[in-house]
C-alpha cells in the first residue's frame, strides 16, 4: 500500500525559508512523477512543482525563482525547498505521486496517490 507523508511544515517570518519533505513508502519516488500542491483557505489546491521520472523539475511561475525540488533516492523521498517566503505562500502543502502518465502533469486528477498534507503559515 502506497503511503506519503510530508513533514517540515511550520510557521515562518516573511522572507525566510522551509523545507518540506515527503517520504514514500509502498512505491518508488524515482519511477513516478512527484508532485507538490497547496490549498489555501478558501480557494483551490494549485500546483506548485513536480518532478519527473528522469530528475528533471518543473513548477509553477509563481514560485520557480524561490522554489525548488529535488529527492533521495536512496531514502526515497522527494524535497521542496522554499526560499524567499511571502505571506501568500501560507497554505497546507501535499505531496501526490503518479506511476501511471509517464508525463509531467500539473492538476490534481493526475495523481493517484496523496500525502495528508502539512502547513506552512508565512507572517509578514
Known amino acids: 500500500q502506497v503511503q506519503l507523508v510530508e513533514s517540515g511544515g511550520g510557521s515562518v517570518q516573511a522572507g525566510g525559508s522551509l523545507r518540506l519533505s515527503c517520504a514514500a513508502s509502498g512505491g518508488t519516488i524515482s519511477s513516478a512523477t512527484m508532485g507538490w500542491f497547496r490549498q489555501a483557505p478558501g480557494k483551490e489546491r494549485e500546483f506548485v512543482g513536480g518532478?519527473?521520472?528522469?530528475?528533471?523539475?518543473y513548477c509553477a511561475d509563481s514560485v520557480k525563482d524561490r522554489f525548488a525540488i529535488s529527492r533521495d533516492n536512496a531514502k526515497n523521498t522527494v524535497y521542496l525547498q522554499m526560499n524567499s517566503l511571502k505571506s501568500e505562500d501560507t497554505a497546507i502543502y501535499y505531496c501526490a505521486a503518479d506511476w501511471n502518465s509517464g508525463l509531467a502533469p500539473r492538476t490534481t486528477n493526475a495523481f493517484d496517490y496523496w500525502g495528508q498534507g502539512t502547513q506552512v503559515t508565512v507572517s509578514s
Open positions: 518532478i519527473r521520472r528522469s530528475g528533471s523539475t
